[in-house]
């Protein structure tokens, strides 16, 4: 709870002297699946869902595949994101290829994790506005029969095809 306390005052501190970030899309992180640096501006105007993974975590590799489902039905109506905490660039190169995400993935870095806090538990996921803001988190697995009604009413849209996908 306490580190839920520091993320929401980090976030909607008012700026002054401190380089807080007052948007999750204010970082630049190192992709999983390449080289390269990719800004998460990138992502913004866009409602997101931010889910964070490790190495050995059974329970991110299902809430992965329930989200790679939900990207098929939801046809583009938000922009799920995965961030790799706790553990090293190999470990997490290694959890990519083993999850096999239908998004982008990101190696979280210490600033971020600073930010987000201390998290409770993988996976862990908060639901973002298109400006950044954080606007609800959950905790542990969520089916994707379960997330999908949580995703339309955050963001207030209709997923068009219902159909079940397996994986």
């Given at each position: 709870?306490?580190?839920?306390?520091?993320?929401?005052?980090?976030?909607?501190?008012?700026?002054?002297?401190?380089?807080v970030?007052?948007?999750?899309?204010?970082?630049?992180?190192?992709?999983?699946?390449g080289?390269?640096?990719?800004?998460?501006?990138?992502?913004?105007?866009?409602?997101?869902?931010?889910?964070?993974?490790?190495?050995?975590?059974?329970?991110?590799?299902?809430?992965?595949?329930?989200?790679?489902?939900?990207?098929?039905r939801?046809?583009?109506?938000?922009?799920?994101?995965?961030?790799?905490?706790?553990?090293?660039?190999?470990?997490?190169?290694?959890?990519?290829?083993?999850?096999?995400?239908?998004?982008?993935?990101?190696?979280?870095?210490?600033?971020?994790?600073?930010?987000?806090?201390?998290?409770?538990?993988?996976?862990?996921?908060?639901?973002?506005?298109?400006?950044?803001?954080?606007?609800?988190?959950?905790?542990?697995?969520?089916?994707?029969?379960?997330?999908?009604?949580?995703?339309?009413?955050?963001?207030?849209?209709?997923?068009?095809?219902?159909?079940?996908?397996?994986?």
């Amino acid at each position: 709870m306490r580190a839920w306390l520091l993320l929401f005052t980090l976030l909607f501190a008012p700026t002054g002297a401190t380089e807080v970030p007052t948007s999750l899309f204010d970082f630049e992180l190192r992709s999983l699946a390449g080289p390269e640096r990719i800004n998460l501006q990138h992502f913004k105007d866009k409602p997101s869902l931010m889910v964070l993974v490790e190495p050995d975590c059974p329970w991110c590799f299902r809430q992965v595949r329930a989200l790679n489902r939900l990207t098929h039905r939801c046809s583009q109506q938000f922009q799920p994101l995965a961030l790799g905490i706790n553990g090293s660039r190999k470990a997490l190169l290694a959890e990519y290829r083993k999850l096999r995400p239908e998004f982008p993935m990101f190696q979280a870095n210490r600033k971020l994790q600073q930010v987000l806090g201390e998290t409770p538990g993988t996976p862990f996921s908060f639901l973002i506005a298109p400006n950044g803001k954080p606007l609800r988190w959950l905790r542990g697995y969520i089916p994707d029969e379960q997330l999908q009604p949580i995703l339309e009413q955050s963001f207030g849209f209709t997923c068009g095809n219902t159909s079940q996908k397996t994986s």
